[in-house]
């Protein structure tokens, strides 16, 4: 796959998937290369590694930086049509990312470039988070906070009382649309607290953890909690509406660390004024950053706001690294690339 058997990688970072990430991570690919074959590689086959940081906003300095090389990596970078016009020997571009939103894939296939991107990457943190979004509303543990440590006020005492107390998940049903990699792990996280995990997937076979409910309604009916694990297609967008939030019992709790589309905020504004929703908690939003006229911030406390965070952990940035390093060395390898959209 490689040009004589040098290779000239650059690694286009940020302040999350940082450049030296990715350098380290194709150091680490290069040198079980190195130990495994004998393809005659000289000591540095890869080349030199360029970086380019703050590539998201940096089209000139990525041409720049991708002058005679074959191999970009990189988690934001702007892989417009102009960059892959401007550089003749890109042959691989890996995005570490679920997906590769930041390529324009019809000008990559017409410049007989390889697009691959590293799915399931932020998986376990993003389910995490899910749960400690779920916890945070369910026990008000934010606005607690809040009342304490930023007022310096007791009031908070009142959240023991009955009538303010929160939810705890044993015994609570919980039904969660969608079980990919993301639901599925919140799922088994559900079921250790005891709670009655209900799971709502139409194109997922084979056993799940918890009860399989063959309808959205009925899910909806019998959630006291609902969690949005759905990919944000065309059928998913506004899947969360005036009438799904309608179906939910009185006083329910919603949660999204999924996509912010895949729930309609007006109608679950709607819903926490009149009470039908008592609560939600939010890591993403139909626009982002999220308006300041956004009527969310009037429902301060009622809902849990994160700036989507619930991909953002250091073993996140690792684990894009070396998913991206890895088909690299596929690639170099003349191997089937893992992760491969062109």
Request: net charge negative; proline share 5%.
């Amino acid at each position: 796959m490689t040009n004589g058997n040098r290779v000239r990688v650059v690694a286009a970072g940020d302040h999350f998937v940082l450049p030296s990430l990715i350098r380290e991570a194709l150091d680490h690919e290069l040198a079980c290369d190195i130990g495994e074959l004998t393809l005659g590689w000289p000591l540095e086959p890869f080349g030199p590694v360029a970086e380019v940081t703050e590539a998201s906003d940096a089209e000139d300095e990525l041409i720049e930086a991708l002058a005679g090389a074959q191999v970009l990596v990189t988690q934001m970078g702007p892989v417009t049509e102009r960059v892959l016009d401007a550089c003749p020997d890109l042959r691989l571009v890996v995005v570490c990312r679920g997906g590769p939103v930041n390529v324009n894939l019809d000008a990559a296939k017409r410049n007989d470039v390889r697009v691959c991107f590293a799915p399931g990457r932020n998986a376990a943190a993003t389910a995490e988070f899910t749960l400690g979004l779920m916890l945070a509303a369910l026990r008000r543990i934010p606005h607690a906070h809040d009342l304490l440590a930023r007022q310096g006020s007791w009031e908070g005492a009142a959240y023991y009382t009955y009538e303010h107390s929160g939810l705890e998940l044993e015994d609570l049903p919980v039904g969660l649309i969608g079980y990919g990699a993301v639901g599925s792990r919140v799922a088994r996280v559900l079921c250790a607290f005891g709670a009655r995990v209900m799971v709502h997937d139409p194109y997922v076979q084979g056993e799940i953890h918890g009860l399989r409910v063959a309808s959205l309604a009925e899910l909806l009916r019998t959630s006291q909690v609902i969690t949005l694990h759905a990919r944000l297609t065309a059928e998913t967008r506004g899947l969360i509406g005036a009438r799904e939030l309608a179906l939910l019992p009185e006083g329910a709790v919603v949660v999204n660390a999924a996509r912010g589309p895949l729930l309609d905020e007006d109608a679950l504004c709607d819903a926490l004024e009149s009470g039908r929703v008592s609560a939600a908690a939010l890591d993403t939003y139909v626009r982002e950053p999220l308006p300041a006229d956004s009527r969310l911030h009037a429902l301060a406390d009622r809902v849990v706001l994160t700036p989507h965070l619930g991909g953002a952990s250091r073993a996140v940035a690792e684990k894009a690294a070396r998913i991206a390093a890895g088909e690299v060395g596929r690639w170099v390898r003349g191997e089937q690339l893992a992760h491969c959209l062109t």
